[in-house]
Nanobody, 123 residues
Framework: QVQLVESGGGLVQAGGSLRLSCAASGRTFSNYGMGWFRQAPGKEREFVAAISRSGGVTYYADSVKGRFTISRDNAKNTVYLQMNSLKPEDSAVYYC????????????????WGQGTQVTVSS
């Protein structure tokens, strides 16, 4: 079992930045690929970014490419999402997830989920 706890969400103006963190516990963190998803009210949960077990491979949704950066620190059991040039359409609850696979972009490929952290971008 892996427990995931997100932090770092909040209210920010358009064009601003936030850094989300996700602290993992329970199993060997470096054995899991990690990802970030988001869900806005009335919408499906969507893929944002993913990182491989070692951190050497990353994937991004087209909507965030060039603005968001996913990274991980296996010594601290933490994955991060640096979000720059935020837009109102980035407003959502952001979820951290862990997959037993090396890396994944689909929801069903993830085995563990955090509770989410709210990000609100004002125009």
């Amino acid at each position: 079992q892996v427990q995931l706890v997100e932090s770092g969400g909040g209210l920010v103006q358009a064009g601003g930045s936030l850094r989300l963190s996700c602290a993992a516990s329970g199993r060997t963190f470096s054995n899991y690929g990690m990802g970030w998803f988001r869900q806005a009210p009335g919408k499906e949960r969507e893929f944002v970014a993913a990182i491989s077990r070692s951190g050497g491979v990353t994937y991004y949704a087209d909507s965030v490419k060039g603005r968001f950066t996913i990274s991980r620190d296996n010594a601290k059991n933490t994955v991060y999402l640096q979000m720059n040039s935020l837009k109102p359409e980035d407003s959502a609850v952001y979820y951290c997830a862990a997959t037993r696979g090396s890396i994944a972009t689909l929801r069903y490929e993830y085995n563990y989920w955090g509770q989410g952290t709210q990000v609100t971008v004002s125009s």
